[in-house]
């Protein structure tokens, strides 16, 4: 597939002609092409990477497989996800890890990076087959127990440990277990007034400061998953400052969405983290802005509808936010004047691809370099709803409100796989 896109507006506002051939970027210059893209007015980014996604396959097909997730992400705009470890079974073993990479490879929409659990079966007890993992042909090089907290310190200091021998890293859900048993949303006065057990923030902090220090002990890399307060991200900035090698994540509904969201009791709202106050929102887009939090990571949490609509206490934590992510990021941080689209594509594309170790990603749009680009209307304005959402699951936060900016055309590795607005079948992409 030889495509030509005409007129693109680049990160830094330059405007240009992208020509691809072969999967990578050529010259434009008197470039033929079969595919003629007329992007007068689009803004032009490198193809997103996410470093947070539930693709829930192998065992939780009903709320999403590899591929319908795969879908979502090229519709959202990216063309690598990080598929989190919490299946069944766990991502714990090379023989999961290989089989979620190889499903990726298949269906060819984006490249799926699978990550490692740290312990066996999530279950906060003994270590994985990390290094298996790390050797197998999935090349793991990103360990999460997410969903739950390695909170062990013991366990997590061996992770770190281990992890730093082959340049990987663990990225830690920050969650107290003692603090938080039976949290239902952020802890506070709307917490007592719902009648809903709180999640406090100390509850995160704590093991951030914990194992930031446990980083810098054993020299290893830590990445903080989902920072949802403002205490957190003090706590990170101060382990940077210090020279700790931590990154950290902003979730997009954290940079956008408030605690008060719960009084409706709609579980559409329960995630994990929680969502915060506006104060924490305000703390976030800062740190985001200042590079304190370096990415943005969706968190796509797919469920299905039964666990969602069940009453609040009962219903399952999580979001879906493949499709809706950049939309979320233009609206809290380009529309504010707190990020442009430079920083955009550093924390949705550049820095994320950098802490996964994905190759590809570091010089954008460069002669050579991979075709992975996202081309986006910023002046859209849409409702969103149900019909944006390309995954399994429904259970978005934004259903019904009216969000900036439009995914128009994804090419992963020079293959189109999103063309005027619409996904393209996988026949149609293998066929190229
Ligand atoms: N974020 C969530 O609320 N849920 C995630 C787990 C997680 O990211 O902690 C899930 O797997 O559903
Ligand atoms: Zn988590
Ligand atoms: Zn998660």
């Known amino acids: 597939m030889n495509i030509l896109i005409k007129a693109a507006t680049l990160p830094d506002g330059t405007r240009a002609d992208l020509a691809i051939r072969d999967g990578v970027f050529v010259d434009a210059g008197g470039a033929k092409a079969s595919t003629v893209i007329d992007a007068d007015g689009l803004q032009a980014l490198p193809g997103l990477v996410d470093l947070h996604t539930h693709l829930r396959e192998p065992g939780f097909e009903q709320s999403e497989t590899v591929l319908t997730g795969s879908r979502a992400a090229a519709a959202g705009g990216f063309t690598a996800v990080h598929a989190m470890a919490n299946t069944s079974p766990v991502a714990d073993t090379a023989g999961v890890v290989e089989q979620v990479a190889s499903l990726g490879d298949q269906h060819g929409y984006v490249t799926v990076r699978p990550i490692g659990a740290v312990t066996i079966g999530v279950a906060g007890e003994r270590l994985a087959e990390i290094g298996a993992m790390a050797r197998s042909r999935a090349a793991v090089r990103v360990f999460s127990d997410d969903g739950k907290c390695v909170h062990d310190a013991l366990l997590m200091r061996r992770a770190l440990e281990y992890v730093a021998t082959f340049d990987g890293v663990v990225a830690q859900h920050a969650q107290e277990p003692r603090l938080t048993e039976g949290a239902q949303m952020n802890e506070g006065a709307l917490a007592s007034e719902l009648g ?237």
């Open 196 to 432: 809903l057990a709180g999640w406090p923030a100390v509850a995160e902090e704590a093991i951030i400061a914990r194992d930031v220090l446990l980083a810098e002990a054993a020299g290893a890399r830590l990445h903080v998953c989902h920072v949802s307060t403002a205490g957190s991200v003090e706590v990170v900035r101060w382990a940077k400052a210090r020279g700790i090698p931590v990154t950290a994540e902003v979730t997009p509904h954290h940079l956008l969405l408030t605690e008060d969201l719960a009084s409706g009791y709609d579980a559409r709202y329960k995630v994990n983290p929680p969502l915060r106050r506006s104060e924490d929102v305000d703390a976030l887009r800062h740190a985001l802005a200042d590079g304190t939090i370096d990415i943005v990571a969706t968190d796509h949490a797919p469920h299905p509808v039964e666990t969602k609509e069940a009453a609040w206490a009962e219903a399952s934590f999580g979001m879906v936010g493949l499709e809706s992510a950049l939309s979320v990021v233009q609206a809290a941080m380009v529309d504010t004047g707190l990020l442009d689209w430079v920083g955009v594509a550093r924390v949705l594309s550049s820095a994320p691809a950098a802490i996964g170790r994905v190759d590809g990603y570091a010089a954008a749009f460069q002669i050579g370099a991979p075709a992975h680009l996202t081309l986006v209307d910023p002046t859209a304005r849409s409702t969103f709803g149900v019909d944006h959402l390309k995954g399994r699951s429904i259970n978005s936060p934004y259903l019904g409100i009216e969000l900036p900016g439009r995914v128009v055309t994804t090419i992963h590795g020079g293959v189109a796989t999103v063309l005027d607005g619409e996904l393209r079948e996988p026949e149609e992409v293998a066929r190229g």
